[in-house]
């Protein structure tokens, strides 16, 4: 067992992990419950974003907290019973995002951020995963010239400071760029080093395949049974026990539940998202991914049609979906752009897992021998999944990490 290890769960991240431990000569098998890229990996922007070197803060100003705490918002809704179990990670989170606070964990989320085209190139290069990157970046649309004007210098010093390119759009510019948008917006900025994911899904499917298709075990499997096996870790899965000398917990918003039973139970809350798809009327294009600031939600073409996501819904762990977010987007989405039937039967519904200081978790899982964490990537596990798979497989086979991990390690919390 000496060079094997388990890896519990198979979203981006955990796939990543698979993969880059495999090229390093570590027999792998990925366990999940769930196909690969079936969690949040499956519902999401598909946007890889090099720009977004500032993670999201907590909302610090009273007008920006009022307007919350009415729940009648587009991009933020809760439900009122399950705020007590959020209230000590949310008070984490504020204090978090105090400037001095906030202006490290910036900079240790921009060093991930900073490597994740050349990552995610890395993995697809030579696979029909390579036809799935998009070069069209994104753009966010202003109505409001204070609001723009802000955006604009805040990009500025994005580009100064972590090379993140952008061009700026004036009404006209706009509407030539998307010739279908329904309204007239003051202006946009187009950040346009990201890729945008005709297919998010697909992609993390083309990463498990080239897994398998290199002697990597996919198995279905319940995580939560791991335990100790002498030195190393047991877990049950359909095709019989499995054991491995190491074990990598990438579950996204359901790690705390396992690391808690291992002794260890970081400050980590999900904030719950949906999608829906719709078909556009007639020959109507969306050309790339936008996000209208005053609508506060993200358009984005895909393979299946517009994807319409939501912001950030927050509810009790066993709560059904209340897709209210976006029943009240919808209406609003329509008068963006000209939506036709919806494409899926249901929303879709996904958790993204959250950390209070906006950083993931990767690096040694305290008191445990042999485990590892790769979660807490809040909105960018998708983004991340192949930076956070190779950092932490430089550490677990005692390569030079290419950047520093000291801050993304379990012990901070």
């Keep these: 067992m000496a060079a094997s290890v388990i890896v519990l769960g198979a979203?981006?991240?955990?796939?990543?992990?698979?993969?880059?431990?495999?090229?390093?000569?570590?027999?792998?098998?990925?366990?999940?419950?769930?196909?690969?890229?079936?969690?949040?990996?499956?519902?999401?922007g598909g946007l890889i974003q090099r720009e977004a070197v500032h993670p999201h803060p907590f909302p610090r100003t009273i007008a920006e907290l009022r307007r919350i705490a009415g729940n009648q918002a587009l991009d933020v809704h809760y439900h009122p019973l399950?705020?007590?179990?959020?209230?000590?990670?949310?008070?984490?989170y504020w204090w978090h995002s105090e400037p001095k606070r906030y202006a490290h964990a910036a900079r240790a989320h921009a060093a991930l951020i900073a490597?994740?085209?050349?990552?995610?190139?890395?993995?697809?290069?030579?696979?029909?995963?390579?036809?799935?990157?998009?070069?069209?970046?994104?753009?966010?649309?202003y109505s409001d010239a204070?609001?723009?004007?802000?955006?604009?210098?805040?990009?500025?010093?994005?580009?100064?400071?972590?090379?993140?390119?952008?061009?700026?759009?004036?009404?006209?510019?706009?509407?030539?760029?998307?010739?279908h948008l329904l309204v007239s917006r003051l202006g946009a900025?187009?950040?346009?080093?990201?890729?945008?994911?005709?297919?998010?899904?697909?992609?993390?499917?083309?990463?498990?395949?080239?897994?398998?298709?290199?002697?990597g075990r996919f198995l279905h499997g319940d995580a939560m049974s791991l335990e100790r096996s002498g030195a190393g870790w047991r877990v049950r899965s359909a095709d019989g026990p499995v054991e491995a000398s190491e074990v990598v917990v990438a579950l996204?918003?359901?790690?705390?539940?396992?690391?808690?039973?291992?002794?260890?139970?970081?400050?980590?809350?999900?904030?719950?998202?949906?999608?829906?798809?719709?078909?556009?009327?007639?020959?109507a294009t969306l050309n790339r991914p936008i996000l209208d600031t005053e609508s506060r939600f993200l358009l984005a073409p895909m393979r299946a049609g517009v994807r319409l996501t939501t912001g950030a819904e927050f509810a009790a762990n066993d709560a059904a979906p209340t897709p209210i977010q976006l029943e009240r987007a919808e209406p609003v989405a329509r008068g963006l752009l000209p939506l036709e039937e919806r494409v899926d039967s249901t929303p879709w519904m996904g958790v993204r897992p959250?950390?209070?200081?906006?950083?993931?978790?990767?690096?040694?899982?305290?008191?445990?021998?042999?485990?590892?964490?790769?979660?807490?990537?809040?909105?960018?596990?998708?983004t991340l999944g192949p930076t956070t798979g190779r950092l932490l497989a430089e550490m677990m086979t005692g390569e030079a990490p290419f950047l520093?991990?000291?801050?993304?390690?379990?012990?901070?919390?």
């Excluded at 050349?118 to 753009?139: S, V």
């Design 354 to 382: 959250c950390t209070p200081d906006m950083l993931p978790i990767i690096g040694p899982l305290p008191g445990q021998a042999g485990a590892w964490c790769a979660f807490g990537h809040a909105h960018q596990g998708f």
């Design 11 to 44: 979203g981006m991240v955990g796939v990543s992990v698979a993969l880059h431990l495999q090229k390093r000569g570590r027999a792998v098998t990925l366990l999940d419950r769930h196909a690969p890229g079936e969690g949040a990996s499956f519902g999401n």
């Design 189 to 215: 900025i187009h950040f346009t080093d990201p890729y945008s994911v005709s297919d998010p899904h697909a992609l993390t499917l083309s990463y498990a395949r080239q897994f398998a298709e290199a002697g």
């Design 82 to 92: 399950a705020l007590p179990g959020f209230a000590s990670p949310l008070l984490q």
């Design 404 to 413: 520093d991990p000291a801050p993304y390690r379990a012990e901070r919390f």
């Design 146 to 179: 204070a609001t723009f004007d802000a955006a604009l210098a805040q990009a500025r010093i994005a580009h100064d400071q972590h090379n993140v390119n952008f061009n700026v759009l004036d009404t006209a510019a706009l509407a030539a760029a998307e010739p």
């Design 252 to 283: 996204g918003a359901a790690a705390v539940g396992l690391t808690k039973r291992l002794g260890y139970t970081p400050p980590c809350f999900g904030k719950r998202g949906y999608h829906m798809h719709y078909r556009l009327r007639g020959n």
């Design 115 to 141: 490597t994740c085209l050349d990552e995610h190139r890395a993995l697809a290069h030579g696979t029909e995963a390579m036809a799935l990157l998009r070069p069209i970046g994104w753009m966010k649309l």
